[in-house]
């Protein structure tokens, strides 16, 4: 080794191509996608229960964000869901009906609250970080619990109107639209968040994830990045709520109880983290089956849900889509890690 | 069409919750609907009666709602018990609307949510200030003049808050003090202290159900309030039979407003209680989600009877149910006819041990109080 | 000293046809050798072909996939590694794994369960961590890590000494001080040792016997001085390129 | 005057309480690092026995208290050899979702074995009312929470933290490979810290069931409580867990009396400017 | 500007009772090879971090490029040429050692912000990430499990993590360890070649790599710098002899 190697052509093109392969859309991920919106045509299906799905789906997903690509684990993300929500509801309330520009707005309006927050935390790690997000997620929930002159209190904010989506599709009873908007939306802003990791930036994320003290010895911003990623998952969480508003036209504290930030936790371990896909499938697996359990079991379903989690974390240790890539992978004779050269 | 007549059905919808802390709401339910169908058989109007049951989780909206248009799009229910909490209801109304489902509030307090948001629902709960303003008036009346309110900190205490203190003015009784308290709080000690500070003569207690309400008796009780001559009362939340029990005799001479208490006196209550009893045990307690499911599934049967050989109109159903007076276990009540709420007697009860038993016995009624 | 190939006396430990690895990966093949007691066996080989996966399987820390161990006549491959620590086998690990949350004193104390090597003891031999006893071992310096992680495996007063990299990152005069230490334990307590070394001239020129390793097999086995006068030979067994 | 002192007095018992209900999760959070938020439910199940033993058995509540340690303590062992011990190599999250799993499983069980209702429970006569205590009225229950609650503090802060027992946890927990290969048997130790954990965590159930109510419902009430003490704390040490409890027991009560609107937030405004300022907890050291 | 990219004035550190060095007067030339020796626990480690900004001193100064530093993060000193590797690997498990470097690289030349476009963009770095790690023999390796990869290549990637950066100082602390004589060599004939405006620290125990391949030898003992000198004379002096050598 003495002579020093030098770089070869093909060797060059074969890392490049490494990156645009990660970047690129494979046929799993099309056919996930054709899946759910094929949902719809599926008889009988309860396209409410669908459109929900894709709502947490989408908060899970905003969660991953935060937890499996920067690995700040939040007890509050609630929050986050909750402030969209009620931006949406506000909006709905005070005559700005129509939904997308009020989805927007509560996101930008949930980006800033997150971003603070990220400010607020930026130094704080581990299990500091998990009772600071938490604490925040249940004084925030008390305020507007207890608020009852302002936001409603517990009985809900009332008067909400929603206009037609593109003043085409009112949002019906069956959850027609409802399923369409919760779906598109979600889609649009999953491949927003895909490009995003796959971006420069999410690689930085993955890195600090992995060792902040390496990353500060490369001179990244590391703390400046705590409060980017806080900002987009609270965005992505808020418009999560928005669409939880918009189709439901109803808000109450319920959108910010820790309650939700343990379940998102959860819908989002089942599925597995750090891939995106994780959320939509936890959300998935988790709301169909305990819809299903609370209607067969309505008084024992919680034993069947404990027993799932048992199930999973026993058997999927690190989710189920992982899992389920294992096994792609060993269908598929030949399939290295990168190129070979 | 015509010839299906005979096997046709209608379906019940029934929301409530089954599970968590709020699960003996669905079970109640669910044991006065059995006792109900065993007594009057599983047809009406000549229709098969078919139960859709869904758990609502507790006070949750979003599920709520949901369900709420699952049961009404896909199952096709034609009435709805439920579903219970005041968000639920609210959430559920612009559906019940638009579905012509008519729906019966068994489980929500607060007030103006029927009428307005769904002229197809019907309450046959009670509305809170049916609760509070006798309250006021008797307290007053009784020489209790400074009260100290302590409520619990969410809507439906504000709204108690409001009607209480209101009652209490217009009855020239004064405030001693008030009091919000957190729904999530193990410890009252520095309230009670601070309710002793104040000097009242009675204290008046809004908690919802639940470890609250047995809380904070406990608390009086342990922390020598109650010992130092105060008058402890409330809504009937706090003495509720479904948890006195777990309260113990610490509940003793709680004073209380209610719509109803086994130990009231009538041949068709005392009837109900043997039959309740008798097909789900002593355990646990009948509470006032049953008496609001009694009286749904009877006046869905009466209207059920009342378009016997129709096909199932849910306008005629909700017009033959407002503006109806009838005999409860109870006592009488009238459903309003514009509105859909519901007028009541509203009795005051004293807790005392009647056979070794924790009751509310009633000491005294108001005739008739209206919903707002 | 013993400088035969095949030593007469009984051995303290037997290795035979031994495979074992991380969970399904295998990374040792059928391993087979022997160390008589008070012997010195180093065991070297380039970067990354299970020297350090041999030490754990000894110790019981990796997944055992066939072959037996034997120690002092009893059979040991089955047995959990506090087990197999309380027979006299002591472990220094490669990458100087202390008790991060625990002093100094306390790294020693929980493991002493009698013998010659108090703390105390280990003080005098180590003065630098008497400096530091109250000093959470976190804390230390990284030549001070690996004296305590030896100290350490002292206390549990093994008479099988299995040193993973023992002196990386100690500073010359304490390596020296700390051969001349192991010698004397030889000597006076017939302490058996295996020793994993990187530094193949400071291995050989120290030790009795020696085995190279490759790709989880025995390619070579000999009389350390002898490899050690045998530049080709080494340069060929765990020379640079791969 | 005498307003204060009571006061002061009901929040120290309040922070003993506090204290008495987390001690069982600082023992297998913070010694063993196991995030184990089926403590809380092991409190419900201690709560559940000792009422059954008194109303079922006549066992008197003293001596109820002793058996509630020792069922439960045996109930964790059971868990965590079947369970727990396949999950210590694991992260934090799985450990969440596997506890919490066991905490959903436990409502079930607790609902089917004892009924969804709030369980009635008697205390005996000498542990009710009210006591005059140098010209104080306390209430005799409060009394007792701090003497048992000072004793079991005592006891712990000797017996785990300052003992090679609790050096062996730590190391164990450190790295548990080399601990094992250095003579340690952590299965056994392991296990029994978990008992002794799960011992502790039903006697908070069963102590405090009568104040905080006992319902199946009991674990995830009050598992947040737990965890905000227990994280104030400082992992890792049970004397932090004592002044975490204290600390915000005395604040919430206080809080309560003196500033009455802002009564709730304060356990969780003080949660959050304690972990903002030391985010390892107040006795919880850096990493 | 001044001769030294790196100069300390009376650097004085302690933790606790436990004084490190009272007086630290230390300055390393631009482009030069420096080691430091010393003593187990005689303060080494401690010096970088106190360079690096990893921690602070209790009192006294770091000039960097002829600035003062003392209170920079050690984020701007990276920015500003100083990089360290650590003295126990400190690598990023989940990414591949390409990944690994890119990322480096990427935080170098400040493009690792919020966007839409994706990594494979970067074709510049992801060329020069590949020819570094084809400089240091692991682009056979690139695409590999990090933390399979054998202790002595994690070692290698720990430094080109640290050269990706292009700096005027790089601080190794102990590169050689855990590798065997040979790749410890390697390694340093590695360094060799960089360019000579990078500065080397580094603290080794092996002293057939500290006098083979430093220009200066600095001996930290009992909290001070007991003597800087050429590698010869270093090792003819008893005092170091007496501390440290041995024979
Ligand atoms: N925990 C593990 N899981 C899977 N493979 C492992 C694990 N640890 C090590 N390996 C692999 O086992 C092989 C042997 O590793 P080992 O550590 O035994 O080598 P070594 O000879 O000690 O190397 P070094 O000289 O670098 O210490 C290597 O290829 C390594 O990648
Ligand atoms: N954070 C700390 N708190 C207390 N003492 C510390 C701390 N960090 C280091 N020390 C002590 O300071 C001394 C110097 O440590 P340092 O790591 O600088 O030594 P070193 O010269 O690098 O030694 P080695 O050659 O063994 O790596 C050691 O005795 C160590 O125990
Ligand atoms: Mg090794
Ligand atoms: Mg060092």
Not at chain 1, 175 to 193: E, K, Q, S
Not at chain 2, 101 to 115: E, M, N, R
Request: proline share 4%; net charge neutral.
């Amino acid at each position: 080794m003495s002579a020093i190697e030098r770089l070869t052509p093909e060797r060059a093109k074969a890392a490049t191509g490494y990156f645009a392969r990660l970047a690129r859309w494979n046929v799993y991920e099309i056919l996930f996608w054709l899946a759910l919106a094929g949902m719809y045509f599926v008889p009988n299906v309860d396209l409410v229960l669908m459109s929900q799905i894709f709502i947490w789906g989408l908060f899970a997903m905003s969660l991953d964000i935060l937890l499996g690509y920067r690995g700040i684990p939040s007890l509050g993300h609630a929050a986050f869901f909750g402030v969209g929500a009620y931006v949406a509801g506000y909006c709905g309330k005070f005559g700005w009906t129509e939904p997308i520009s009020a989805l927007v707005l509560a996101m930008a309006i949930a980006a800033v609250v997150g971003w603070l927050t990220g400010k607020l935390v930026q130094r704080v790690t581990g299990v500091g970080l998990l009772m600071v997000t938490l604490g925040l997620n249940l004084i925030l929930y008390d305020l507007v619990h207890r608020s009852t002159d302002v936001t409603g209190g517990d009985d809900g904010m009332q008067g909400i109107v929603i206009a037609p989506v593109l003043g085409l599709f009112r949002f019906d009873i069956f959850g027609r639209t409802a399923f369409w908007y919760a779906l598109i939306i979600a889609f649009i802003l999953f491949v927003i968040a895909r490009a995003v990791v796959k971006s420069p930036f999410g690689l930085a994320l993955v890195g600090a994830r992995e060792n902040p003290r390496r990353m500060i010895m490369l001179g990244a911003p590391v703390e400046g990045d705590v409060s980017r990623a806080f900002a987009l998952g609270a965005a992505l969480a808020g418009a999560a709520g928005a669409l939880l508003t918009q189709t439901t036209q109803f808000v109450s504290p319920n959108t910010l109880s820790f309650q939700r930030s343990a379940d998102v936790l959860v819908i989002l371990i089942i599925g597995g983290t750090g891939r995106l896909y994780g959320g939509f499938i936890g959300a998935l697996v988790f709301l169909i089956l305990r819809d299903w359990l609370a209607a067969i079991s309505p008084v024992y379903w919680y034993f069947w849900i404990g027993l799932l989690l048992v199930v999973v974390v026993s058997f999927f240790r690190k989710g189920l889509l992982p899992s389920l890539e294992t096994l792609l992978n060993r269908w598929k004779p030949s399939k290295a890690d990168g190129p070979t050269a | 069409g015509f010839g299906a007549s005979a096997q046709e059905t209608v379906k019940i919808g029934i929301l409530q919750s089954y599970s968590g802390i709020t699960s003996l709401g669905g079970q109640q339910t669910d044991s006065t609907v059995k006792l109900f169908m065993q007594k009057y058989g599983d047809t009406a109007g000549g229709k098969k009666i078919e139960l859709v049951r869904r758990d609502t989780t507790g006070p949750n909206p979003e599920v709520a709602k949901r369900l709420v248009q699952e049961v009404v799009t896909r199952e096709k229910v034609q009435v709805l018990i439920g579903p219970d909490y005041t968000p639920n209801t609210l959430a559920a109304a612009p559906i019940l609307m638009e579905a012509k489902v008519p729906s019966f509030v068994t489980g929500a307090a607060t007030t103006g949510i029927v009428g307005e948001k769904s002229k197809y629902s019907t309450r046959t709960f009670f509305a809170v200030p049916q609760l509070c303003k006798p309250l006021a008036a008797y307290a007053v009346k009784n020489g209790w003049k400074r009260v100290f309110v302590a409520v619990a900190d969410f809507a439906p205490g504000h709204d108690c808050e409001k009607y209480f203190i209101e009652a209490l003015k217009d009855a020239s009784g004064t405030l001693a003090g008030n009091l919000r308290i957190p729904v999530a709080n193990p410890e009252f000690s520095g309230y009670m202290q601070r309710i002793r500070d104040a000097k009242a003569d009675a204290l008046f207690i809004f908690m919802p159900i639940g470890e609250l309400s047995i809380g904070i008796l406990r608390a009086v009780n342990d922390s020598g309030l109650k010992a130092s001559g105060i008058k402890i009362m409330g809504t009937g939340d706090i003495t509720d039979e479904t948890y006195i029990d777990a309260v113990g005799d610490a509940a003793l001479g709680t004073i209380t407003t209610g719509i109803y208490s086994t130990q009231h006196d009538s041949a068709l209550n005392k009837e109900f209680v043997k039959d309740y009893v008798a097909l789900n045990g002593a355990k646990p307690r009948i509470g006032w989600g049953a008496i609001a499911t009694w009286d749904a599934m009877r006046m869905t049967y009466d209207a059920l009877n009342a378009q016997a050989g129709a096909k199932f109109d849910p306008d005629k159903f909700a017009a033959f149910i407002h503006g109806r007076t009838f005999e409860s276990p109870r006592g009488p009540i009238t459903i309003d006819k514009a509105n859909g709420d519901i007028v009541q007697n509203i009795y005051i009860r004293r807790v005392d041990k009647v056979n070794g038993v924790l009751q509310n016995v009633e000491i005294e009624s108001f005739k008739d109080v209206g919903f707002k | 000293m013993a400088t035969d190939l095949a030593t007469d006396l009984a051995p303290v430990l037997a290795v035979s046809n031994l495979s074992a690895g991380y969970g399904a990966a295998k990374i040792l093949h059928g391993i087979d050798f022997t160390v008589a007691r008070g012997e010195m066996l180093v065991v070297i080989g380039r970067n990354g072909v299970g020297k350090t996966t041999l030490i754990e399987t000894i110790c019981g820390l990796t997944t055992l996939q066939g072959g037996t161990i034997t120690f002092n006549g009893q059979r040991i491959e089955k047995l959990p590694p506090f087990r197999r620590n309380r027979l006299g086998i002591g472990w220094v690990p490669q990458e100087r794994e202390v008790f991060a949350s625990l002093t100094v004193a306390e790294n020693l104390g929980i493991v002493y369960r009698g013998g010659p090597w108090t703390t105390e003891a280990l003080y005098g031999l180590f003065p630098r961590l008497a400096e530091r006893r109250r000093s959470y071992a976190r804390l230390l310096s990284g030549g001070e890590q690996q004296m305590l992680v030896i100290a350490r495996a002292l206390a549990t007063d093994p008479t099988l000494l299995l040193l993973d990299e023992p002196v990386e990152g100690l500073a010359p005069l304490i390596v020296q001080e700390m051969i001349a230490a192991i010698n004397r334990m030889r000597r006076e307590s017939a302490l058996t040792i295996i020793m994993v070394e990187q530094k193949h001239d400071i291995a050989l020129a120290n030790s009795d016997r020696c085995i190279v390793i490759d790709h989880g097999a025995v390619v070579h086995a000999a009389v350390s001085a002898e490899l050690l006068a045998d530049a080709a030979l080494l340069e060929r067994l765990i020379g640079v390129a791969e | 005057m005498s307003s204060i002192l009571t006061v002061l007095f009901n929040g120290v018992a309040y922070g003993f309480l506090l204290f008495i209900m987390s001690v069982g999760l600082s023992v297998t959070l913070g010694m063993m690092n196991f995030v184990n938020l089926a403590q809380a439910s092991f409190s419900m199940f201690g709560g559940y026995v000792k009422v059954t033993a008194m109303q079922s058995f006549g066992v008197p509540f003293l001596a109820s208290l002793p058996i509630v340690f020792i069922v439960i303590g045996a109930l964790s062992i059971v868990v965590e050899r079947l369970i727990f011990r396949h999950f210590y190599n694991t992260d934090d999250l799985t450990q969440v979702l596997l506890t919490i799993g066991l905490v959903f499983m436990s409502i079930a069980i607790a609902t089917y074995a004892w009924g969804g209702t709030y369980q009635r429970i008697d205390m005996p006569s000498w542990l009710t009312g009210q006591r005059d205590v140098l010209g104080l009225t306390l209430e005799t229950y409060r009394i007792f929470l701090i003497a048992i609650g000072a004793a079991m503090a005592i006891i712990l802060v000797l017996g785990l933290e300052r003992t090679q027992l609790g050096a062996m946890v730590r190391a164990c927990v450190d790295n548990r490979r080399v601990a094992g290969a250095c003579g340690l048997n952590t299965e056994l130790i392991f296990a029994l810290t978990f008992a002794i954990g799960g011992g502790l965590a039903g006697l908070g159930g069963a102590l405090s069931a009568n104040l905080l109510g006992l319902d199946p419902n009991f674990p995830l009430r009050y598992l947040v409580y737990l965890l905000i003490i227990v994280s104030v704390g400082g992992m890792g040490t049970i004397s932090g867990t004592l002044i975490a409890g204290l600390a915000l027991g005395i604040a919430d009560v206080m809080g309560k009396y003196y500033f009455p609107q802002f009564g709730g937030f304060v356990i969780y405004v003080l949660t959050v400017a304690c972990m903002l300022w030391r985010p390892h907890g107040l006795l919880g050291r850096q990493t | 500007m001044s001769d030294m990219v790196l100069e300390t004035r009376d650097l004085h550190m302690a933790f606790g009772g436990l004084v490190i060095f009272n007086c630290m007067n230390f300055a390393l030339r631009r482009g030069e090879r420096h080691a430091i020796i010393g003593p187990n626990g005689a303060g080494k480690t401690t010096f970088v971090s106190l360079v690096t900004g990893l921690l602070k001193p209790k009192s006294g100064n770091v000039f960097f490029d002829g600035r003062i530093v003392t209170n920079d993060t050690p984020q701007q000193r990276v920015k500003a040429g100083m990089v360290r590797t650590f003295q126990i690997n400190s690598l990023f498990k989940a990414l591949n050692p390409l990944e690994s470097v890119v990322l480096a690289l990427l935080e170098r030349d400040g493009k690792a912000r919020l966007s839409l476009r994706s990594v494979s963009a970067e074709t510049k770095l992801i060329d020069e990430a590949m020819a570094l790690l084809t400089q240091f023999d692991l682009a056979r390796d690139a695409y590999g499990l990090t933390e399979a990869l054998p202790y002595g290549k994690q070692r290698l990637l720990e430094i080109v993590l640290a050269v990706a950066l292009q700096p005027k100082l790089l601080l190794l602390d102990e590169p050689a360890a855990g590798l065997s004589t040979q790749q410890g060599h390697e390694v340093f004939s590695q360094l060799a070649h960089l360019s000579k405006d990078t500065a080397i620290l580094f603290i080794e125990h092996d002293m057939n790599l500290v006098f083979r391949y430093a220009d200066v030898v600095s001996v930290f003992a009992a909290g001070a710098l007991v003597m800087q000198d050429t590698p010869e004379n270093v090792r003819r002096s008893p005092r170091v002899r007496e501390v440290y050598l041995g024979n």
